[in-house]
C-alpha cells in the first residue's frame, strides 16, 4: 500500500486530472439529448475528445517541471519523464480527433459544412483553436517522427515552442461557447488546471535562469580513464548540495567550448565527499566535446535526482547489473553504502577489457567491504550478460532483489527474463540512461 502511495500515487493523480472534465461533462445535460441525433453523437464525441486533450495536455506540461516531489510520486523522475512522452501523444491523439469529430458532425448536417467549419475564417476563439492545433500538429509530428533523426537540442526547443500551442488551445476552450462557458465547476477546472500547467511551463522553460534552484560548482580535475570516459570532479563555491547515493544531476558547464547545455549525469562521488565526480562516456556531440574542459570551468547543477539506491529495497541481498557506463550509480552506492547489512554480487558487463574501466576500483572496495563480489562480465568473451547465466552461478537469484542500470535494450531484456525466471517485479530496480 506503502508501494502505491508512493510509487503509483503521481500517475493515478494525472489519470484522474486528465479524464475528471468527462465527469463534468456528463452531469451537465442528460446522456439521452447528448446522443439523441447523429449530429449530437459526433458533436458529443468531439467535446470529450477536446476536454480530455486539453486537461491532458496541462498535464503533460505540468510533468515537464522536472520537480524534485516527482521521484516520491512517481517512483523517479525517469518514469515522469516516460509519463510525460505517453501522455503527450495521447493528449495529442485526442487534440487531433476533437476537431475530426466536430467536423463529421457538421458532415452529418451538410458536407459543405464540415469544410467552412475546418477552413473557413471564424470567431477569434475557433481561430485560437486552429492556431494552437497547428503549432501543436507540427512539432509533434517532428519530434515523434524524427526524433531519432533530429538534434536533442532542436528536439528540446520544438518542445519547448509546445507551450504557445497550449497557450492558444488554453484561449479557444475558455471563450468558445461550449460546456466550459456554461458549467462553472468544469470552467473552473480547466482554469485552475491550465494556470497549473501554464506556471510548470513558465517555471521550466520561460523563466528557468530564475525559477530554477541550481548550485554552483568549479571544476576541479579531470581525468581520462580508458578510451572514451571522462571523469571529472567538481568543488562548490557556494552551498554544497545534498544527495542520496545512486541519485544524478543535471549540469550545465559555463564554457563556450563545450556549450551550455544541460545533461543529466549519475553521481559517482559517495554523498559524505566534499565535491561531486561524474564520469561520462562519449555517446555524441556533447560528450565528446567534455574533452575540451578547463579546471576552474564554473558548472550550474540541478538536483539531485533519482530513486535508483540499493537502500530502497527492504531486501539486502542483492544483485547488481551494470552495463557499460551504467556502472555510474553503482559505484556511489559501492563507495558510500553501510556494507555491514549488505551481500551484493555486483556483473559488471563491458565489451571488452580496456572498457572495464572501474574494474580495480571496485576490486578494491570488494576487498574492503567484503559484502560485495564482483564479477567482471566480458561480452565479447561470453556473450551478453543474461538471467540463465546469472541463474548457473547464483542458485538464490529468487530470493533477492535486482538492480540494473545500462542500455535500455539490456534492461528491458534482463527484466523480461527474470520476471519469467520467478522473480518479483516488485524486487527488479532500474535506471535508464534517457530520458
Ligand atoms: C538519469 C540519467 C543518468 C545518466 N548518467 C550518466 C552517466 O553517469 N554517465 C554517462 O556517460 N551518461 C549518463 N547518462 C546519459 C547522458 O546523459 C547522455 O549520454 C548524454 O546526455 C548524451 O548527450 P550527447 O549530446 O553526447 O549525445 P547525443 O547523441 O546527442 O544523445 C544521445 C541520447 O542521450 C539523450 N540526451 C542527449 N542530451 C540529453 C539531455 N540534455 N538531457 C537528457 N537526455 C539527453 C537523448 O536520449 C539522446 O538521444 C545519464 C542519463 C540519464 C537520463
Redesign the pocket.
Known sequence: MKKFFTGNFGVFIVSVASFLPVFFWIFQEPISIRFATTFSVFRSFGQVFGLIGMSMFAVVLFLSARLKIFDKYFDGL?RAYDLHHFLGGLAFSFILFHPLFLALAYFSMAPPLALSFLFYPSTFAINYGRIGFLIMAILLILTFYYKTSI??QNWKLSHKLLGAAFFFGGLHSLFITSDISTNVVLRWYILILSALGLAAYIYRTLLYPFSVKRYLYKVSTIRKIGNDVIEITMLPLESKMKYKIGQ?IFVSFKSDVVGK??????LISSPDDNFIR???????????NLTNLSIGDLAEVEGAF?VFSPEKSKNKNQIWIAGG?GI?PFLSAARGLDWKNFSVDLYYSFKEESDGVYLKELQNISNQVGNLKVVPWISQDKGKINFYEIKKLDSKIKDKSIFICGPSTMIESLKKDFINGGVSKKNIFS?????
Request: aromatic letters at 18%.
Open positions: 525517469g538534434k536533442y544524478f547545455e544541460s545533461h543529466p549525469f549519475s561524474i564520469a561520462a562516456k562519449s555517446s555524441g556531440d556533447y560528450t565528446k533519482g557506463i555510474t535506471e535508464e540512461f534517457s530520458m
